[in-house]
T-cell receptor
């Protein structure tokens, strides 16, 4: 089956630093990748959609200068949280879609837990 | 994109019992997907049902779709403690620009 990995699985950083999270599709080419954020006991909130080779499309209310997304290849997308603050502490989940099956099924990574001190 | 509305918000059952979870949505769809999330983990795709299908099975899972009522149900038969998780439905219009958005989900607790 389609596998999506994320790295790191957890990260702790100091306030003001930047953190990069990687999302990789391991056995398929992902034309589109999605980034979600999930606060404790809440649902997943879609942050942005990225297509390989083009700029990401951000959901309303998500600061694109703070959450930098790069989808440089068909198997890798990165999310960089710039100048992180404690309120950015959350569970970040990516998903990837192949786009050729017709059903546009999304496969999710295991998530990255970010804690900003 | 549209998100589904799951019901009930929480469900607690005894191991061996069946669990029925419901999802409603507002506009026409191409397909509807059900996902499971264990605590602190990513989402696991359970099953996809297309708009022209009425019922689909996968192991202990049975999904129905009623497009006239804009609703779907997920039935887990002979539940196990390992089924304890949050469950989300995701109705989607399909197509290259579709994206999955999620409601609050259903927290299922299966007591051993």
């Amino acid at each position: 089956g389609a596998v999506v990995s994320q790295h790191p699985s957890w990260v702790i950083c100091k306030s003001g630093t930047s953190v990069k999270i990687e999302c990789r599709s391991l056995d398929f080419q992902a034309t589109t990748m999605f980034w979600y954020r999930q606060f404790p006991k809440q649902s997943l909130m879609l942050m942005a959609t990225s297509n390989e080779g083009s700029k990401a499309t951000y959901e309303q209310g998500v600061e694109k200068d703070k959450f930098l997304i790069n989808h440089a290849s068909l198997t890798l997308s990165t999310l960089t949280v710039t100048s992180a603050h404690p309120e950015d502490s959350s569970f970040y989940i990516c998903s990837a879609r192949e786009g050729t099956s017709g059903s546009y099924e999304q496969f999710f990574g295991p998530g990255t837990r970010l804690t900003v001190l | 994109s549209q998100q589904g509305e799951e019901d009930p918000q929480a469900l607690s059952i005894q191991e061996g019992e069946n669990a029925t979870m419901n999802c409603s949505y507002k506009t026409s769809i191409n397909n509807l997907q059900w996902y499971r999330q264990n605590s602190g983990r990513g989402l696991v795709h359970l099953i996809l049902i297309r708009s022209n299908e009425r019922e689909k099975h996968s192991g202990r899972l049975r999904v129905t779709l009623d497009t006239s009522k804009k609703s779907s149900s997920l039935l887990i038969t002979a539940s196990r403690a390992a089924d304890t998780a949050s469950y989300f439905c995701a109705p989607t219009q399909g197509g290259a620009n579709s994206k999955l958005t999620f409601g609050k989900g259903i927290t299922l607790s299966v007591r051993p």
